[in-house]
């Protein structure tokens, strides 16, 4: 089964910084990108970040260019957010995502997520 665990998120200060993990495993198709989105309370989920599979440049909402930056470890199977400057409406439940194809099928999975609060 896909699995995807994400860790690191807590309470800060606006200004502080986090780093997000989230631990892969257990696929058996395609990867073509993982990456996180984010949902705040009362708010529709909404993309933060992704990074190709097999090489490319990662993408970013406009919001977190020059504040977050994801990357992935050497042996692929965990990707990073870290997240400099936050601010109050960073707050939200980061939901870390893979995006692949089975055969010829589009696939994606969600992990649970970590919760990020920030506050003055």
């Known amino acids: 089964d896909v699995q995807l665990q994400a860790s690191g998120g807590g309470s800060v200060q606006a200004g502080a910084s986090l780093r997000l993990s989230c631990a892969a495993s257990?696929?058996?198709?395609?990867?073509?990108?993982m990456g996180w989105f984010r949902q705040a309370p009362g708010k529709e989920r909404e993309f933060v970040a992704d990074?190709?599979?097999?090489?490319?440049?990662?993408g970013y909402t406009d919001a977190m260019k020059g504040r977050f930056t994801i990357s992935r470890d050497n042996a692929g199977d965990t990707v990073f957010l870290q997240m400099n400057n936050l601010k109050l409406e960073d707050t939200a439940v980061y939901l870390c995502?893979?995006?692949?194809?089975?055969?010829?099928?589009?696939?994606?999975?969600w992990g649970k997520g970590t919760l990020v609060t920030v506050s003055s």
């Open positions: 995502n893979v995006a692949g194809i089975s055969g010829r099928t589009p696939v994606q999975y």
């Open positions: 990074i190709p599979w097999n090489g490319g440049s990662a």
């Open positions: 257990g696929f058996t198709f395609a990867i073509v990108t």
